[in-house]
């Protein structure tokens, strides 16, 4: 396809998919409003920074991994999307716009994706970025990430030349750019001997082209990322993930804060420059204090994840069961404290996301009825065993929601227990599933509903879901011609997700972040964007 054609083809493609996103506001010391669909983006301030300093971030959590192939969890990627960068990225209105490509263009069958990269990118190594590298790291994502393996099942990557390289489909696919352009788990581009290199449990270096570079990590207590001085950055506009990336400061320090009311003490007192995973509860004192204010982000959706693979919740009925008898709006307020931050809602897309939003299956949405739940016990052939509810401290959200399950479980005649362990060991232990049969987790906003990975059974994502009609519903909406013709499809994945229950989604959230007033140009697309952050003394 002629490049002009693509352009035509790519503006009316990001049209039909074009998602509402709800953008972040710039730092102020009002609290904006958490419930609105969108807020201002922070805009570029005016003028040149002065560049320099040290941000230190308090992070609840730590990253079991800073291989960004391999996991969705939102540890990783804040920290890996800072040192690694994609072919293509999404930009302020969620659209895919090249990013270590320089161009693409698509074969006339749908088939056949050619990507021309930019010239003079290197690594942290100082090696420039060829081919070889990004076919290397493609063919590797494609094999262990969970969205390639749902989404991009058969595709191969191969270079044509030094600058460029071909993704070839087994068929034409409406989502395939936008999974490339996928965050988490998120094709990162590393040198080929650096994958070569990769054992199972992931590469061994940390060697990307983004701004920043990775110094040191120290597990446990903090990742040091240094800026990157040879970074060669897009010439655009930065916007979103997409554009111009200035890597202002020195040094960012992710440190690994458990406690949330040590991280809240921190920022309050100035230790830190931004805390992460501040509890709601707060949210008035900190707006209260001086030089401190609140950040609010899109936080996606929320849901209890069953093990459907072994244990009592194999049995549909059971899934069934629990989410009859669910109060959505109290487990909600349990974990979130104020409506303010969070809202009820069945679809597996946001409200703002018009494309691919559903009400169907709402029926079956925060029904709360217990003695409906009861039969469903009974009828499930539960035999009295003990439920393992998998849950953090890491995240309170998270311990809150497990819970709120036991008591769940406890008023329809379900035995459970909590087994509470650090966010690496959750992770760890909910690989097997012998280890657990439900879990909480929150799911970061997502291009389409093809990227949640907890819906096609190919991704092999914990909880192990096998519904050949959901896998059918997902393939044919993916063979669509446009987003008209998969319409029917989509409110029919909605309807049989109800039934089949991979998930109970709980309803969507905001994040909250604390933010230092010194601090400027934060942004946030699917979490935070720290390369045009500057501080001012």
Known sequence: ???????????????????????????????????????????????????????????????????????????????ARNIYEQLVTLNKNYEVVPQLAESYEISEDGKVYTFHLRKGVHFHNGKEMKAEDVVASMEKWLSTSTQGQANLQGA???????????????????????????????PGIMPKEVIESAGPEGIKEYIGTGPYKLEEWKTDQYVHLKKFADYSAVDAEPSGLSGKKYAYLDDIYFRYVTDESTRVAGILSGEYDVAFGVPFDNADQIDATEGVSN?????????????????????????????????????????????????????????SQKDWYSTAGSDKYNLHDIEAAKKLVAESGYAGEEVVILTTRDYPEQ?????????????????SRLDVYDWPTV????????????????????????????????????????????????????????????????????????DYLPIVKIGNIQNLVAIRDHVKGLDDLIGPILWNVSISR
């Not at 352009?7 to 609105?36: D, H, I, M, Y």
């Not at 311990?399 to 035995?415: C, D, F, H, P, R």
């Not at 519903?473 to 013709?485: P, V, Y």
Request: proline share 6%; charged share 20%; with cysteine.
């Open 1 to 79: 396809m002629h490049r002009s054609r693509w352009k035509l083809f790519s503006l009316a493609l990001g049209l039909l998919l074009l998602l509402a996103a709800c953008e972040s506001g710039s730092n102020r010391q009002q609290q904006p409003n958490p419930n609105s669909e969108s807020s201002q983006q922070s805009d570029q301030p005016s003028g040149e920074p002065a560049g320099g300093g040290t941000l230190n971030v308090a992070y609840p959590a730590n990253p079991a991994t800073l291989d960004p192939h391999l996991t969705t969890n939102q540890a990783t990627r804040d920290v």
């Open 156 to 186: 191969k990557f191969l270079q044509t030349d030094e600058y460029t390289v071909q993704l070839t489909l087994q068929k034409p696919s409406l989502v395939a750019l936008y999974v490339l352009a996928d965050t988490a788990p998120f």
């Open 295 to 351: 950040y609010f982000s899109p936080g996606g959706i929320v849901a209890y994840v069953f093990n459907k693979k072994a244990g009592p919740f194999a049995n549909q009925k059971l899934r069934q069961a629990f989410n009859t008898a669910l109060n959505n709006e109290e487990a909600l307020t349990a974990a979130y404290s104020d409506s303010r931050f969070f809202e009820l809602d069945s679809s597996l897309a946001l409200p």
């Open 399 to 415: 311990y809150n929601l497990a819970v709120v399950a036991q008591e769940v479980l406890k008023s329809i005649g379900v035995k």
């Open 427 to 498: 992770q760890e232990r909910r690989k097997d599933e012998n280890n657990f049969d439900l879990f909480a987790v929150s799911f970061a906003t997502r291009a389409t509903i093809h990227q949640y990975p907890f819906l096609d059974s190919k991704a092999d994502y914990p909880g192990w879901t096998n519904s050949p009609e959901i896998d059918r519903l997902l393939d044919q909406i993916q063979a669509s011609s446009s987003i008209e013709e998969a319409k029917p499809l989509i409110d029919e994945l909605n309807r049989v997700t109800w």
